[in-house]
């Protein structure tokens, strides 16, 4: 067994996780920690592992996953549980984007960018591997695999980011459909891989004395982890609409007023960081588009619309037998309600018919309905059937290599000064003008059942409707959890 050398150290995207008091001090203890050498041991990993581990059967993930140990601080056999339970998952989803990095094309592959991603890959399932070979028991055996965790988040941090370099430069040797239909598949088994991961690292430090987080708990009590169970939709939007308003005003010299209305006050269960993300994207495009079409005295409207609770019965009448029953071929991807696959309305609006690892929630679980509306001038046709492509942008390609080297853009609007945020380190921030941006949000969406939905008056303007589904009633996933140790007594 190797031993490798390498720092433990979390960006600060991390800490965004947490609530804002626990991240200040997250911050310190988690820095104070890092800043020398952590030795991490390793295993070779063949070929064999790759195809055994790319075998297993996935683990369907819900949201409810991620809130079933309980809030912190944790016990211990809290935290334990919560350690183990993501050792059992992750080691598989990694073999599985090994697997799907080599079936690329060899050329493409052989891009340094696309092959440094799959070297990260491949790093941190060696230091997966000699946990899976074990069970967690002890709580030091349980800080060692949060260093573990810690070195995995860190890896993978600018992995979209560094993609987007790898297929831009290798564009030749690979149609856009393709690069499309793999970076769907890739980025949202990304988005789960990274979830669970966080999760336990916002656990554990939110759950120990010697992080000095302990005492935010009580005056954070909505949040699990990385979910807030009392998340204001209408609060996300008002922070974003103030630093893409900043950014606005900078580059032109005037802002469009937001107004919110519908039910500001509603509150449900979902990732902050998330919704921050998609948020910040959809409202960038509504502001760009109605500064650029000189209608900025037009205020952008966001409508926070509760979706209705439906009773069990309600459910059952709502749902075809077939549906209901459908299989669907494992595969490491993120969620697709099988459903609106079958919905025969605009076909941009949804994602294509793929395989599926996470289970959708059910038609009774609490969530909610943002509408953006703008009078930006709507999308032309001819665009309107690209929207959803990774590769698609309004920069050219000078414009876009300039951006990924690092190159300013002050002159091409908002997309150009990358200053949004990267949804919790992947990297996003430095996506600009590659397409990136409008695909990846609506991934964050449909992750747990939602979308996004887009209807463009081309000569007006556009409505774009993001659905989301959460948590469900916490406290009956908490009684659950709670009902499951006693008959393990």
């Known amino acids: 067994m190797a031993q490798i050398q390498r720092p433990l150290m979390i960006q600060s995207q991390f800490i965004r996780l947490c609530c804002p008091r626990t991240a200040r001090r997250t911050t310190k203890a988690l820095f104070a920690r890092g800043n020398f050498q952590r030795k991490l041991h390793t295993k070779t990993v063949t070929d064999n592992d790759i195809s055994r581990l790319a075998s297993l059967p996935l683990h369907p993930l819900t949201l409810a996953d991620l809130v079933k140990h309980g809030r912190p601080p944790l016990t211990t ?31 493409v592959v052989s891009n340094p960018n696309v092959s440094k ?60 459909k393709d690069v499309t239909r793999f970076l769907d598949e890739h980025l949202r088994a990304r988005i789960g891989t990274r979830l669970i991961a966080e999760q336990h690292l916002s656990l554990h430090f939110s759950s120990q004395p010697h ?51 519908g039910e500001p006050d509603y509150e449900f ?73 079958r919905f025969t309305g605009n076909k941009s609006t949804t994602s294509p018919p793929t395989a599926s690892n996470i289970l959708p929630l059910k038609h009774s679980t609490p969530g909610v309905t943002i509408r953006i509306r703008d009078r930006g001038g709507g999308i032309s046709p001819e665009n309107m059937a690209h929207i959803w492509d990774y590769s698609f942008t309004t920069f050219n390609d000078s414009q876009a ?19 949004f945020s990267g949804a919790g380190g992947d990297g996003a921030h430095s996506l600009a003008g590659l397409g990136y941006g409008l695909p990846l949000g609506r991934a964050y969406a449909e992750y747990f059942g939602g979308g996004i939905a887009v209807q463009s008056l081309w000569g007006w303007g556009a409505d774009v409707y993001l659905s989301l589904r959460g948590v469900g009633r916490v406290e009956n996933v908490e009684e659950a959890a709670e009902s499951a140790k006693r008959k393990q007594r």
């Open 77 to 107: 056999q809290q935290l334990l549980t919560s350690a183990n339970f993501t050792l059992s998952i992750l080691p598989a989803r990694l073999a599985h984007r090994i697997q799907s990095l080599r079936n690329l094309p060899f050329i």
């Open 117 to 176: 991603i799959h070297s990260n890959y491949m790093h941190s399932l060696s230091t997966l591997l000699p946990w899976a070979e074990q069970e967690i028991k002890t709580l030091e055996e349980e800080v060692r695999f949060t260093e573990v965790m810690a070195d995995l988040v860190q890896t993978h941090a600018n992995t979209i980011s560094i993609l987007a370099r790898g297929f831009l430069e290798a564009r030749k040797y690979i149609s856009p």
């Open 211 to 261: 992080c000095e987080v302990m005492h935010d708990v009580e005056d954070n009590p909505g949040y699990i982890g990385v979910i807030d169970t009392r998340l204001k939709p209408a609060r996300i939007v008002d922070h974003c609409a103030n630093v893409v308003g900043e950014i606005c005003e900078l580059k032109y010299g005037v802002r469009p007023t937001v107004v919110i209305n």
């Open 269 to 341: 269960a979902h990732v902050p960081v998330h919704l921050e993300y998609i948020i910040t994207e959809l409202l960038k495009n509504a502001f760009r588009a109605t500064v650029e079409s000189g209608m900025e005295r037009e205020p952008i409207e966001v409508t926070i619309a509760p979706l209705p609770e439906l009773l069990p019965e309600d459910t059952k009448s709502t749902e075809s037998e077939d549906i209901r029953n459908e299989k669907v071929e494992n595969d490491d991807q993120g969620n697709t309600d099988v459903a609106s696959q």
């Open 401 to 419: 290599s300039s951006t990924l080297s690092g190159g300013n853009h002050s002159g091409n609007g908002l997309d150009a000064l990358g200053a």
